[in-house]
């Protein structure tokens, strides 16, 4: 029997607010459970409350089919059991394009349990470059990504792409007969507020008026060179305006002057996108333009500071942290005895060398010694005269010719090398792992 029960979707989109609506929702779970609203905990993600309490393990562990399916079971048993009329799930990763098939999925399951009669689905859009704007910067300060901004935008068409997600959550809805409204972020102030109104409910800003507050363009162009200089460093670091604060020459900088800068054309529609846009959001002209406008005049492009930024941060580190190289020796069947030399090997490019004895049986006639990193494999010059090695084991006449060396060797930007034994059968042993990092002074 139909127990006429509305499920609510809010689809995000990612940095509308979604932080704000989700933590509201959570915090006030009871307030909205005597109203008629339950805001599941099945599902639920608590791990970073700080980006919102949010039904984000629902599309994620869709690649984990058991797992998802067994969150699913948890939630149709939730619903079922509540005496709520109205039904809430929040997550901005179904607006990403590719939640198609768990959300179509996720839907027909509710339905067909009985678990609610009818879908409705909100989506807040924001300006195209605003919004790749705020993301990028959420990726580089919590997912320490290194593109600039121009990069990501190249890089990421689809997830920018809003009408990608407006056909993925019309086809999931459509699946069950639901619909969707399109809200513009620019034209809601609070989304929080404007959800909560929305929906008919009250809404208590609170104490706390955002839960996850942004960066500027210098605070992300410092933190994306940090992760560049020196990623493992990023939990110390205390911000641009300290580290400004502590340079050996004031620097002053206008940091309101600045952002980031996309090439010119990059985010525009072509006119049956325009128009695709228009039949799927159901709106006008004026508020189309509100969402696709990319000019931004007055505003400096962040990355001519790159520079400076990068000594800046290269200076504190350097204050605050020391460099050290960590070397793993693995064990291999194919080698009886490896050393490596000690030496200077924080330089730009170093020598690797050190004296290595194959195991008994291996041939050395087709066998090679490499040294890898994210530039390239350098091959090493083996069989050099190493006569205490040879005293060693007087049972290995090749120990006498066991010293091998590469040198002018460049780290690459992943800070990491690797001595690989590359054998005649097409078989690679890593027999070593050298990698660079800074600790605390």
Not at 38 to 57: C, F, I, M, N, Q
Not at 151 to 165: H, I, K, N, T, W
Not at 231 to 257: C, D, F, I, S, Y
Not at 324 to 347: K, N, Q, W, Y
Request: glycine residues 8%; negative net charge; charged residues 25%.
């Amino acid at each position: 029997m139909s127990t006429g029960r509305v499920l609510w979707l809010h689809c995000g989109a990612f940095k509308t607010g979604s932080s704000r609506i989700q933590t509201h929702a959570w915090e006030q779970r009871d307030v909205l459970l005597d109203a008629g609203w339950l805001y599941p905990r099945a599902g639920l993600s608590l791990d970073e409350p700080e980006v919102g309490v949010r039904h984000t393990p629902l599309v994620y562990r869709w690649r984990d089919r058991p797992a998802w399916e067994a969150l699913v079971d948890d939630l149709v048993a939730e619903v079922v059991a509540s005496p709520a009329s109205r039904v809430l799930l929040s997550s901005e990763a179904w607006s990403r394009p590719g939640a198609e098939d768990s959300l179509t999925a996720l839907l027909t399951r509710l339905r067909d349990a009985g678990a609610v009669q009818e879908v409705r689905a909100v989506v807040y859009l924001r300006n195209r470059l605003s919004y790749a704007r705020s993301l990028h910067r959420e990726l580089v300060r919590r997912r320490a990504h290194v593109r600039d901004l121009d990069d990501f935008v190249a890089g990421e068409q689809r997830l920018l792409d809003p009408v990608a997600a407006l056909r993925a959550l019309h086809a999931a809805l459509d699946a069950v007969g639901g619909s969707l409204e399109v809200r513009s972020y620019e034209q809601a102030p609070d989304t929080a507020a404007d959800l909560f109104a929305h929906l008919g409910l009250p809404f208590d800003p609170g104490p706390h008026a955002r839960t996850n507050t942004g960066l500027d363009a210098c605070e992300t162009e410092a933190l994306r060179q940090l992760t560049q200089v020196a990623p493992e460093t990023r939990p110390a670091w205390p911000g641009l305006e300290a580290v400004l604060a502590a340079a050996a020459v004031p620097v002053a900088l206008e940091r309101t002057a600045w952002s980031e800068r996309v090439s010119p054309g990059r985010l525009d529609l072509a006119p049956d996108e325009r128009a695709e846009l228009a039949r799927l959001t159901g709106w006008d002209d004026a508020r189309l333009d509100l969402l696709l406008r990319t000019d931004e005049p007055g505003h400096r492009d962040v990355t001519a500071l790159a520079g400076l930024l990068r000594g800046l941060v290269a200076d504190h580190v350097a204050a605050t942290h020391e460099e050290v190289v960590d070397t793993v020796v693995r064990p291999s069947p194919a080698v009886s005895a490896l050393e490596l030399d000690a030496g200077d090997l924080l330089a730009p490019e170093v020598r690797v060398s050190g004296l290595l004895l194959l195991a008994a049986g291996v041939p050395a006639d087709g066998t090679r010694l490499l040294v890898v990193s994210d530039e390239g494999e350098q091959e090493a010059d083996t069989g050099r005269a190493s006569a205490g090695f040879g005293r060693r084991h007087p049972d290995r006449p090749e120990a006498g010719a066991a010293r091998f060396a590469v040198r002018r060797v460049r780290w690459g930007s992943g800070r990491r090398l690797s001595l690989v034994l590359a054998l005649a059968s097409g078989e690679r042993h890593e027999l070593a792992e050298l990698r660079r990092r800074w600790q605390p002074r």
